[in-house]
């Protein structure tokens, strides 16, 4: 094999960054800090959750 | 195409900040952020290869729509806004960080992988980096395309769309930017 052929492709090294994805724990970790610093409150699972299911809902929340 | 519909059809349904303690277009931001961060994280993380830098992006992308820096994108809208934003916002913090040289650009050894596999060896992030940041000096219309081509599995087609340009613009400037980037890294790969 010769040198050349143990660099790897410029797909390869796509590929190894496409397929990088962070676990569920970092994801969570990182938007908990995001919202504390944004000022949102953390989701609370309440007897009536905001349900978005269409255009309507989502501008009923805007002024 | 990115990320998956039902997936986020789901997520429409979990709990929501409670709206009678923010102001209401507040309270939109809000219920964006509950239902793209996810979107967002995985965009800065896959472009800046690090946790902390992928956290920063997605509080620039929200802060910006709290403070008004830009207008709260309407719901059928927000998926695809708030990718974009989220890749160029990556794309800009590797801009500065090439800048500015003041530090590393991964933070993998800072958060190191507790089981790390051939793909996350030393030389892999190496040569991570190096595209990352050849991609970042490119013209940031070419970076957006390559990295939603190449990285989010956008189409052609669809990119052409979320542009709105032309297929054979987005054809042509996908080709010009691999070639790009063989060039850059002319010596580290194949």
Redesign the interface.
Same mark, same amino acid.
């Given at each position: 094999m010769s040198r050349?052929?143990d660099?790897?492709?410029?797909d390869a @090294?796509?590929g190894?960054?496409?397929? !990088? =994805? +962070?676990t569920r724990t970092?994801?969570d970790a990182?938007?908990d800090? @995001?919202?504390a610093?944004?000022?949102? !409150? =953390? +989701?609370?699972?309440?007897a009536s959750?905001?349900?978005?299911?269409?255009?309507a809902?989502?501008?009923a929340?805007?002024? | 195409m990115g990320d998956d519909p039902k997936k986020e059809k789901a997520v429409?349904?979990?709990?929501?900040?409670?709206?009678r303690?923010?102001?209401?277009?507040?309270?939109?931001?809000?219920?964006l952020?509950?239902?793209h961060?996810?979107r967002v994280?995985?965009v800065a993380?896959?472009l800046t290869?690090s946790?902390e830098d992928?956290?920063d992006v997605?509080?620039t992308v929200?802060?910006r729509l709290?403070r008004r820096e830009e207008p709260?994108p309407?719901?059928?809208e927000a998926a695809s806004y708030l990718h974009r934003a989220a890749t160029n916002a990556g794309l800009d913090l590797l801009r500065r960080r090439k800048a500015s040289r003041s530090e590393p650009t991964d933070d993998l050894d800072r958060h190191p992988d507790p089981a790390p596999g051939p793909?996350?060896s030393r030389v892999?992030r190496e040569?991570?980096e190096k595209?990352?940041n050849a991609l970042a000096q490119l013209n940031p219309r070419a970076a957006e395309i390559f990295a939603l081509r190449?990285?989010d599995?956008y189409g052609n087609r669809e990119i052409a769309r979320l542009l709105n340009t032309s297929w054979s613009t987005v054809a042509v400037t996908l080709h010009r930017t691999?070639a790009k980037?063989?060039s850059a890294?002319k010596g580290?790969?194949?």
């Open positions: 050349h052929d660099k790897p492709s410029l @090294v796509l190894s960054i496409r397929e !990088d =994805a +962070p970092e994801i990182a938007a800090r @995001v919202r610093a944004l000022g949102f !409150d =953390a +989701p609370v699972a309440s959750p905001i349900h978005i299911e269409s255009c809902d989502f501008q929340l805007m002024p | 429409h349904a979990l709990p929501m900040p409670d709206p303690t923010v102001p209401k277009t507040d309270a939109a931001v809000a219920a952020f509950e239902l961060h996810e994280y995985r993380r896959r290869g946790r992928a956290e997605l509080q929200f802060l709290v709260v309407a719901a059928e793909e996350s892999d040569l991570r595209v990352m190449y990285f599995g691999r980037l063989q890294l580290d790969i194949q």
